[in-house]
């Protein structure tokens, strides 16, 4: 909720104290990329993790300060990042997954959300080493957490240079250089927290006046619907190269019906994390297939879906209000509004779908 209220607070800076133009589409889509898609994955990292230290540790630490231990991972975690996202830009099946972080044409704090679904997983082998060595399952979690936050910040783009800290932190400014895909910025500086590891390697490079720094990727893909974000990249790579045709629909919604209806899926999802507690496995999940499809019928709203709209207004604004105040009980409130989510869905998959193969 905090990285959320910082978001809004750099969109009202730059949108009305310095009236620069504010692609709240862009924004959404960002938002939506990863979802709760990719926090179920991000368990399942830390779940392999536990198994790992359980049953594979070498427990090297377990005499050790719990204050080094904390310093050592995370200096050691960044060091595994440094290499793991460089391997993301490099290997073309991990930069199938990262490319969906890249695809942002505007650098902000929502591009510090934007995420594959899967950058957990294939986050998965170069972090299992720290459960090997003895780092402890929670040790692991803090680090990684906070080493995120940072990143996440040094998406902001209204604090740009910080001249005392960027020979040895990864500032805004630096982070800028790595999101440009043209040269001599294509490839460079890949720390989390700490730029020294490009320095040591040699990926190291500032801003330079002569060449200004284009963000985004080489073949741009207009679409904002989740589904073909996370998986385009990886269709593109097996040589299967799908579209989603949107040219016979000719609708145009604007960014503030973006935005707003965006707002509702965040509210629904903040519901979701107070109340998650007091729910069993089956209002939790068909909560989790709610908020999935809600994430794609936006996407699909954005890129002029007419059918998305009507759906959408009915399971977001008309239904899950209702619900909200008629069902007291949690589970009778999850298990009804998400099977409506269910039903409304497939409907619109099987009735509606505007997707075409491109050779």
């Not at 805004?172 to 001599?184: L, M, Q, S």
């Not at 209702?322 to 509004?337: K, R």
């Amino acid at each position: 909720m905090l990285l959320l209220c910082m978001l809004v607070i750099e969109i009202l800076i730059k949108g009305y104290v310095q009236k620069n133009h504010i692609d709240y589409k862009e924004i959404i889509a960002n938002l939506n990329s990863g979802h709760i898609i990719l926090w179920l994955f991000r368990s399942l990292e830390v779940a392999v993790y536990f198994l790992i230290y359980d049953y594979s540790s070498l427990y090297l630490f377990s005499s050790v300060d719990p204050i080094w231990v904390f310093l050592l991972a995370y200096v050691f975690w960044d060091f595994l990042f440094y290499w793991q996202h460089l391997s993301h830009h490099k290997i073309p099946l991990f930069w199938a997954i990262h490319e969906v972080h890249h695809q942002g044409k505007e650098f902000n704090l929502s591009l510090g959300i934007r995420n594959s679904w899967y950058s957990s997983l294939s986050s998965i082998p170069f972090f299992f080493i720290m459960a090997v060595i003895g780092f402890p399952p929670e040790v692991f979690i803090i680090v990684s957490s906070l080493n995120y936050t940072v990143q996440f910040i040094n998406h902001n783009s209204l604090f740009n240079r910080i001249p005392w800290a960027e020979h040895i932190f990864v500032t805004p400014a630096t982070h800028r250089v790595h999101h440009g895909h043209n040269e001599p910025y294509r490839d460079k500086n890949f720390g989390g927290t700490f730029i020294v590891w490009d320095q040591l390697f040699g990926t190291y490079q500032t801003k330079t006046p002569q060449v200004e720094i284009v963000f985004g990727v080489d073949e741009h893909d207009e679409r904002n619907d989740p589904l073909h974000i996370n998986n385009r990249p990886l269709a593109k790579l097996l040589g299967m190269k799908r579209a989603f045709s949107k040219e016979d629909s000719g609708i145009e919604y604007s960014n503030y019906q973006i935005l707003f209806l965006g707002l509702i899926i965040y509210a629904q999802l903040v519901f979701y994390i107070w109340q998650e507690n007091t729910a069993n496995f089956l209002p939790l999940s068909l909560t989790i297939f709610h908020l999935i499809a809600s994430s794609i019928l936006l996407g699909r709203l954005s890129d002029g879906d007419p059918l998305s709209y009507k759906i959408f207004h009915f399971q977001s604004i008309v239904f899950f209000p209702l619900l909200l105040w008629v069902f007291a009980p949690i589970q009778s409130f999850l298990i009804l509004g998400t099977v409506s989510s269910i039903i409304v869905f497939v409907m619109h998959l099987v009735f509606h779908s505007n997707r075409q193969y491109c050779p």
